[in-house]
């Protein structure tokens, strides 16, 4: 099973990045967990649009999610809500319209997310869930991962160092991967 993983946060030391790379390390045995940057991703522009298309970059990640037998991003929490450079990259894979049921459709997507703070990343989580609504992706709600005060939680090099967290994370993908096992098995019985 390869599940792809995406950051929000563009930045080196990200602590969602982090989390993601921890994620790939703990992954249960057959899961690949293959993590894809949003980095090179320009500012959506549908003059641009529609001159160019959509960028290389932002096909490459539509390839991916297309390939990928499930999504899992994780998300910072910026002023109680999503981050702007992951539904940037977002909004760019669901160009044009007319392929999103195509790479997003019926696709299974877990969220987790890691912050400094101590409210987590809650808020910012449920506000994805009218974009998943609307691109047809199918939530995964069996399980929740918010990871407050990153920064006692990973060291210097952003290895996750927390024994519980990395339980609960561990936990998570196993729960996640059985879903996307689940759906995988609907998607196949289902009439084409």
């Known amino acids: 099973m390869k599940i792809l993983a ?27 967990i293959e993590i894809a940057t949003l980095q090179g991703v ?10 160019s298309g959509v960028p290389d970059v932002a096909q490459r990640l539509k ?6 037998s499930g999504l899992l991003i994780a998300t910072p929490e910026y002023n109680g809500s999503i ?16 392929e999103i049921a195509n790479v997003f459709g019926k696709h299974p997507v877990g969220i987790i997310g890691a912050t400094p703070g101590r409210a987590a990343t809650r ?20 399980q929740s991962l918010y990871v407050d005060g990153a ?3 990973f060291d210097s ?8 967290t990395r339980e609960l ?9 059985g879903f996307v096992t689940r759906m995988d098995r609907v998607a196949a019985s289902s009439p084409s």
Do not use: C, H
């Not at 990200?14 to 790379?21: D, G, V």
């Open 151 to 153: 920064g006692e939680k």
């Open 157 to 164: 090099s952003g290895q996750l160092t927390d024994a519980k």
């Open 42 to 51: 320009p500012l959506y522009d549908g003059d641009v649009e529609a001159a």
């Open 169 to 177: 994370l561990e936990r998570y993908l196993v729960s996640f991967a």
């Open 63 to 68: 390839q991916a999610v297309r390939q990928a």
């Open 123 to 142: 808020l910012a989580q449920a506000a994805w869930l009218p974009v998943f609504r609307q691109l047809g992706l199918v939530p995964f709600f069996e």
């Open 6 to 32: 995406l950051s929000g946060s563009l930045r080196r030391g990200s602590f969602n990045t982090a989390l993601l790379r921890a994620a790939r390390q703990l992954a249960p045995q057959g899961v690949d």
């Open 83 to 98: 981050p702007g450079v992951l539904k940037n990259g977002i909004d760019w894979m669901s160009r044009p319209a007319a």
